[in-house]
């Protein structure tokens, strides 16, 4: 009798011991499904959180804000000007007079995005953008995101803006090019060929 009283002593403790095991092992499981859920309740909330800002970021032609036409034309100086030390301000005043005088061109235009304000962004058509192929036109030129902006997605609302502009202006395609690689193929760019200078040449269809 005594030592069925000690089997049964040993298989309780092996039971309580099985039972607490299991307990903390549920409890762990649950806390470990509460920190998904919060982490997930936190992605749900920051991308719902960044499109909503996104859908609130405001398109301009430039022409109808040539407040920002200076600080415009700085930034793609800055960006692409060949020699930019050399009579940098005469330059400058010279391409925002060119910029002024293109406006009101079915060839050229310039979209900003703006934030409270705040110039984020630009992109161009340009009339002419490669004097290899001096014969296409026209092109998509200048997407540029302040430093401060890029990676938040902001340059696929200029792709899209720019291309659905084009379309309203009766052009069907826009040619680019460009020196980044891998780039530019996520915004539907189709490459031609590589230009002597090195970069590639593509088009985008605008529908």
Known sequence: MRKIRKIVLICMIISAITFVSYAADLNELQEQKQNI???????????????????????????NKTEFLEEVARLEYDEWADSKNYNTEERLKNKINRIKESLSNTYFCKLILIDNKELIGFISIFPSDCDEEPNLTPWYATMYIKKEYRKKGYSKILNNAILKEANNRGFDKLYLKSDLNNYYEKFGAIYIKTLKTGEKLYYINTK
Not at 52 to 61: E, F, V
């Open 37 to 63: 859920q919060e982490n997930l309740n936190v992605l749900y909330f920051t991308t719902n959180t960044n499109e909503a800002r996104l859908a609130q970021i405001q398109k301009y032609n430039l022409k």
